[in-house]
């Protein structure tokens, strides 16, 4: 398999302040890296993918100047919501993996935003 | 697009029964197909993958292209099969970049 470490698990932030979460690939190169939002008693939406040493590929409706997504090297992509609002508060989960194989995820970060 | 849809948000059966978790999806290509399970306080994992054909845990599913269905199946379910099932598709050649569906919530009474 393939290990993924997510941090925070949980963060509160006040409106309009950012949090950075961080996805790191522990055992294993990930080139590229998958960021999705679960939303109470929903299912996971895919936000964006996240390419190592280039700008990641968001989903439609998914604003990037809002949801900013950094992969710099090759074990840690980041995701970082910007000016928050209570509306962005969810459930954030990375995955990833080797080439041809199935995902691995993180443990998930649920962001309250007060 | 890909949608994958699960009918059942909730589903409850005795110890012992069998269980079915369904799961359609609309994709006019070849899709992959998957079924990740969630425990409580665990992460995603990945339960079974159509094109592996595995038994995992018990449960099986197939692939049935006619009817675009890729239900979930144990014969005889147990309590530590409670767990938050997800069905989910892969429609770009990546494994892991999935269209998912809302799950179903599998509780196995005693």
């Known amino acids: 398999g393939a290990v993924v470490s997510q941090h925070p698990s949980r963060v509160i932030c006040k409106s309009g302040t950012s949090v950075k979460i961080e996805c790191r690939s522990l055992?294993?190169?990930?080139?590229?890296m998958f960021w999705y939002r679960q939303f109470p008693k929903q299912s996971l939406m895919l936000m964006a993918t996240?390419?190592?040493?280039?700008?990641?590929?968001?989903e439609q409706g998914v604003e990037k100047d809002k949801f900013l997504i950094n992969h710099a090297s090759l074990t840690l992509s980041t995701l970082t919501v910007t000016s928050a609002h209570p509306e962005d508060s969810s459930f954030y989960i990375c995955?990833?993996?080797?080439?041809?194989?199935?995902?691995?995820f993180g443990q998930g970060t649920r962001l309250t935003v007060v | 697009a890909q949608r994958v849809t699960q009918p059942e948000k909730l589903l409850s059966v005795f110890k012992g029964a069998p269980v079915e978790l369904k799961c359609n999806y609309s994709?006019?290509?070849?899709?992959?197909l998957f079924w990740y399970v969630q425990y409580s306080r665990q992460r995603l994992q990945l339960l079974l993958r159509?094109?592996s054909r595995e038994s995992i845990k018990g449960f099986t599913a197939d692939l049935n292209k006619g009817e675009t269905s890729f239900h979930l199946k144990k014969p005889f379910a147990q309590e530590e099969d409670s767990a938050m099932y997800y069905c989910?598709?892969?429609?770009?050649?990546?494994?892991?970049?999935?269209?998912f569906g809302s799950g179903t919530q599998l509780t196995v009474l005693p």
């Open positions: 996240s390419n190592e040493g280039s700008k990641a590929t968001y």
């Open positions: 055992d294993f190169q990930a080139t590229t």
């Open positions: 159509h094109i």
């Open positions: 989910a598709l892969s429609s770009s050649g990546s494994a892991r970049q999935l269209t």
């Open positions: 995955g990833g993996g080797r080439p041809n194989t199935e995902a691995f």
């Open positions: 994709y006019s290509g070849s899709p992959e």
